[in-house]
Structure formats: structure tokens, C-alpha cells
């Protein structure tokens, strides 16, 4: 269950992942599975082989994405999430949800 965003937050990651992009979108999340965590940064591209090689490419295995839908996307937590996001220069996500950089 995503919060902290709005619709429009949504609407405009999908469009940039339904163009081919490669987007991010940052949330709070509660999944019981992984109760440690209190955010989530989904990347998504529509165009599953620029993911995967976007995976590739940060240390990120493929074999996670979830393709079930129109919006292929790989589900960034932890430290490695603060890595990515520090990477990309989306240090306004690391603010706004309140993560520590490393």
C-alpha cells in the first residue's frame, strides 16, 4: 500500500514509464514482509530489456522486476535504495521521505 504521494505523483510515473523511460518513484510503504522498511523507490520502464539492463548495471538482479503488469518495475529498499537515489541526484526524494543519506 503506497502513501505519501499523490495522484498525480502516479499518473506522472506511469507516463514516463509507459514512454520508455527509466522513472522513479519514491513512496511510505508497510509491507509485513519487510518490516524494517518504511519506504519504497520503484523504477520502472515499460521497455523490460532497458530495465534489465538497468538492473545490470547498478548491481541489480533482473530476476526481481515485476513484469506482471503495464509498469515493468524493480522495488528499490534499504541502503540500496539511498545508493541509487544518491546516484541518480534525487536527493529531493531522500529529503522529502526523510532517509538518511549513507
Request: hydrophobic content about 40%; some cysteine.
Amino acid at each position: 500500500m503506497a502513501f505519501g504521494i499523490d495522484r498525480a505523483e502516479l499518473n506522472a510515473w506511469k507516463a514516463a514509464v509507459s514512454r520508455g523511460e527509466t522513472a522513479f518513484l519514491t513512496h511510505y510503504w508497510y509491507d509485513p514482509r519487510f518490516p524494517q522498511f518504511r519506504t519504497v523507490t520503484k523504477v520502472g520502464n515499460a521497455d523490460y530489456d532497458k530495465l534489465a539492463a538497468w538492473c545490470k548495471a547498478n548491481d541489480l538482479n533482473p530476476k526481481y522486476i515485476h513484469a506482471r503488469s503495464s509498469f515493468p518495475h524493480f522495488d528499490l529498499l534499504g541502503r540500496k535504495q539511498q545508493e541509487i537515489l544518491l546516484k541518480e541526484n534525487l536527493h529531493h526524494h531522500l529529503e522529502r521521505f526523510r532517509l538518511n543519506p549513507l
